[in-house]
Each structure stands twice: as C-alpha cells, then as structure tokens.
C-alpha cells in the first residue's frame, strides 16, 4: 500500500550513459514532482507535472526529460550522464499544499 | 526570490529534553505554507508537520509545535520528550500559493538524539 514509489532504489552508471527513474503513486493526486538532493544534502526542484502536463522547468539541462504518460506516473530520463547528475532523485505528489514523498533514487555516476 | 534559512548545521539534544530548530524566510508574498519534513537515515522524507500562513494558531502534531512568527518571517520547530527515533535532519520549506507550486527548501539541520 505504498503511497508514492520510485524504481529503482539504487541506480549505479557509467558516465555518458542513458538511465530511467520511474514513478508511481496511488494517493489518486493531480500534481507530481521531482526533486534533487545533492551531495550536501540540499534539496531543489527539477520538474513539476499536473494532469500530465508540464507547468514547472526550473532550469534543469534539457538531457533531463520527464515524461507523464498518466497522472499516477512520471518518470525521469536522463541521457548522456554525467559525474555532476550523481545525487537521489526524488519523486512527490500532491493533491493541495502538502506534498508526499517516495523513498528516492540514489544515482551514482561513474 | 523566495529564500529559507536554517541557521543550525547540527543539533544535539538527551533524550525526553525539549529541542527548537530555528528557522527563518524570506517573501514578499502573502499567502504560503510552511512546512516541517524529516529525513532520517533510511532517507525517507516525511511530513512532520505544516502551517498555513493566514493562521495565527500555531500547528501542532503530537509532541511536535511550531512557533510562528509571520512578522518575523520565523517558523521554528519545537520537540517536547525528544525521543531516539527524533534523530535525523530536518528540513523546513516554503510553498507560494498551494496549486503546484515548488517547495522551497533550507539547508537542513541535523538532529542527534542521546540516550
């Protein structure tokens, strides 16, 4: 009965590769979101979907693309990685003001 | 810009003491949200609690209060009977309106519970 999950939980790649994360979450919200935490720990907005559209961008290299194919999924591709994308990804969902967060996805980049 | 200040890397705190972690913001906005999240090790971000700007009664949940200042532009986190599974870093973040919008985050203050 998990509320907001994201596969994989460990994601260890070799720079220059391309790489999925995906998203799913059965709370029935509208909005979801990623965020990255960086190596100190801080915490910023990439993306934000509602009803499967994009209405957040907040300055992320166009490597990343999220992709919606319904409202209880999105998924974030990244290609061509790089040392500097090795953070933990994390997904959240709403439905109002508060905002639910999945387990996030360490991403190593080698 | 919206910014969120959290002026305290690291907290330590025995156990069934009392802690504050301060937390100060900065916007020109009216209506927002503020809000507590807890990441402990397993890394697991959790709601800990949140306040609508518009209210003057301080949120509580449990043993845990805010005490908020919107003049001060201050949101401080208070844990009464701090207990070993407090430990963790907290966050406090900032919403603009409630429809979407992105949380703004702080730096993040680390908990350590002692027994």
């Known amino acids: 009965d998990t509320a907001v999950s994201q596969t994989p939980k460990y994601l260890v790649t070799q720079m220059g590769n391309d790489k999925s994360i995906k998203c799913e979450q059965n709370l029935g919200h509208d909005t979801m979101y990623w965020y990255k935490q960086d190596s100190k720990k801080f915490l910023k907005i990439m993306f934000s979907?509602?009803?499967?559209?994009?209405?957040i961008n907040e300055t992320v290299p166009n490597r990343f693309s999220p992709k919606s194919p319904d409202k209880a999924h999105l998924n974030l591709h990244i290609n061509s990685l790089e040392l500097g994308d090795s953070a933990v990804y994390f997904c959240?969902?709403?439905?109002?003001?508060?905002?639910?967060f999945g387990p996030g996805t360490r991403l190593t980049v080698l | 810009a919206q910014t969120v200040t959290q002026s305290q890397p690291e907290m330590s705190v025995q156990e069934a003491e009392t802690v504050t972690l301060s937390c100060t913001y900065d916007?020109?906005?009216?209506?927002?949200?503020l809000f507590w999240y807890k990441q402990p090790p397993s890394r697991q971000m959790i709601l800990v609690i949140r306040q609508e700007a518009y209210k003057q009664q301080n949120a509580t949940e449990n043993r845990f209060s805010v005490n908020f200042q919107k003049a001060a532009k201050s949101f401080s986190l208070k844990i009464s009977d701090s207990q070993l599974g407090d430990t963790a870093m907290y966050f406090c973040?900032?919403?603009?309106?409630?429809?979407?919008?992105?949380?703004?985050f702080g730096a993040g203050t680390i908990l350590r519970v002692k027994s």
């Open positions: 959240a969902s709403s439905q109002d003001d508060t905002q639910y």
């Open positions: 916007t020109s906005e009216n209506n927002y949200y």
């Open positions: 973040a900032f919403m603009v309106g409630e429809y979407g919008n992105k949380l703004v």
């Open positions: 979907y509602n009803n499967k559209e994009l209405i």
